[in-house]
């Protein structure tokens, strides 16, 4: 999301402004900084950052603080940084050209700004294309700050979305990745409240039907949400990659009440291994957050079971951080950060046991990969369809190509081998 925004707002102030952009920020006559505020640490992080380039910019050179933590920490921003000229909250993008031009601009709020998906265009990957198709979250779990800085949810139309990917696709991206806080709840509120109603699924469908267009992910989808409707198109069409995050976030139905997340144990597993029998080469990825308050020993132990049970090709594991606005954030049983420090330990050392089975069954297997970019080791790289890393010895000619590749050397981040 903020690597999309982050994109919008360079193709706004390309167009408009006549910007450019510099890897110096000695150079620069403006300094963005787009942020998160999922964590705490990055929070912590974005005022050291404004220290450092504050030392370093040019003179007259504007800073801007952009995203989640410009959302909830406001004006509060010029306060702790009066080096600031202006805050531009997660659903302001658009209004980076006003922002410029005005001294301690702030723009925070979370209403419907349709403003924000007419944009121009800029993209940082010439290969695939991220496009949103919706924005903000109704979900309200409680650890999460999201819905505060991000608002509600609402769709972005179809034919938005189907034009922007078909501008994408002509212009080079094979790939379209399709983002959304929970894009398998798409279609239920527009802001124009004629727009038929529709879902996740048949969009699928619909951008599977632009021929230009090779590969479709998307990311985040509900485990909620996943109904068979859903993960029968998953299955079936053909440009849909075959790859899922299925954020767990925990195992214990107890704790998932908890963080109101909709869904049980049982609900988890059943979805997750219905995925596997349907598609057996798909990968699942997570996320997963240890040490939200009150979590017991068994509600951890539950959370390595369904890590023993679903086998997650990925996990994404984060120690949990109270956010402000949050209701978990006032839990009076906020657990001890050594105990949480201790499980998440314990997690990544199972998950790399998991893994290290994995990937012994890939040898041999072979993998449509869509190269993207030659790294530093000199070997060309891309994503299989079921998003694994693979690197091959290759042509510069084959950026851009969907090739096959037999796996030779399976490892546990990446895969090597060899084009067939
Ligand atoms: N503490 C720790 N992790 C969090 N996440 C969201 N809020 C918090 C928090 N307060 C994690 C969730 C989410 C991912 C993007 O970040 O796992 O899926
Ligand atoms: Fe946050 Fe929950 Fe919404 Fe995801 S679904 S963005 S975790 S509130």
Redesign the pocket.
């Known amino acids: 999301m903020n690597v999309r925004d982050s994109e919008h707002i360079i193709a706004e102030l390309e167009d408009k402004e006549d910007y450019r952009l510099t890897d110096d920020s000695s150079e620069a006559d403006l300094i963005l900084i787009n942020t998160c505020s ?2 705490e640490k990055p929070v912590s992080k974005l005022f050291s950052e404004i220290g450092v380039f504050n030392k370093h910019k040019k003179d007259g050179a504007k800073i801007g603080v952009c995203g989640c933590s410009a959302s909830h920490l406001g004006k509060d921003i010029f306060k702790r940084a009066p080096e600031v000229n202006f805050v531009l909250g997660a659903r302001n993008v658009s209004k980076i050209t006003k922002a410029i031009k005005s001294d301690k601009f702030i723009s925070v709020d979370i209403d419907y700004d349709e403003s924000n998906y007419a944009f121009s265009e800029f993209r940082n990957n010439q290969y695939k294309a991220f496009v949103n198709i919706s924005i903000g979250c109704d979900k309200k ?1 409680t ?4 819905p505060h800085t991000r608002g509600d949810e609402i769709s972005i139309p179809a034919e938005l979305i189907i034009n922007e990917a078909r501008k994408a696709a002509k212009n080079g991206a094979k790939e379209i990745f399709l983002l959304g806080q929970n894009v398998n709840n798409y279609g239920r509120r527009f802001s124009d409240k004629a727009h038929q109603k529709m879902d996740f699924s048949d969009l699928l469908d619909m951008v599977s039907e632009i021929d230009e267009v090779r590969r479709i992910r998307f990311t ?1 989808p509900h485990p909620l949400h996943m109904d068979d409707k859903f993960l029968e198109v998953f299955a079936k069409n053909p440009k849909v990659c075959k790859s899922m995050h299925m ?1 767990l ?1 925990s195992g214990s139905t107890r704790l998932l009440e908890k963080m109101k997340r909709g869904y049980s144990k049982e609900w988890f597993l059943n979805r997750a291994l219905k995925l596997r029998s349907m598609v057996p080469d798909a990968s699942i990825s997570t ?3 240890v040490g939200f308050p009150g979590e017991s020993d068994e509600d951890f132990e539950d959370t390595l079971d369904v890590m023993k049970k679903v086998k997650f090709e990925q996990i ?1 594991s ?6 402000p606005l ?1 209701k ?1 954030a006032e839990f009076t049983n906020q657990v001890d950060p050594q105990v949480a420090s201790q499980r998440l330990q314990r997690l990544q050392d199972l998950q790399e046991k998991i893994l290290d089975e994995i990937s012994l069954t890939k040898k041999d297997k072979e993998y449509k990969v869509y190269f993207e970019e030659k790294r530093n080791n000199g070997l060309l790289a891309g994503k299989s369809d079921n998003n694994a890393l693979v690197q091959v010895e290759g042509k510069d000619e084959w950026l851009g190509m969907i090739k096959t590749v037999r796996i030779t050397n399976p490892k546990r981040l990446s895969m090597y081998g060899e084009v067939i």
């Open positions: 999922v964590r779990c650890y999460c700050i999201v985040s954020p976030q996320d997963i957050i994404f984060f120690k949990y951080s109270p956010r949050t978990a």
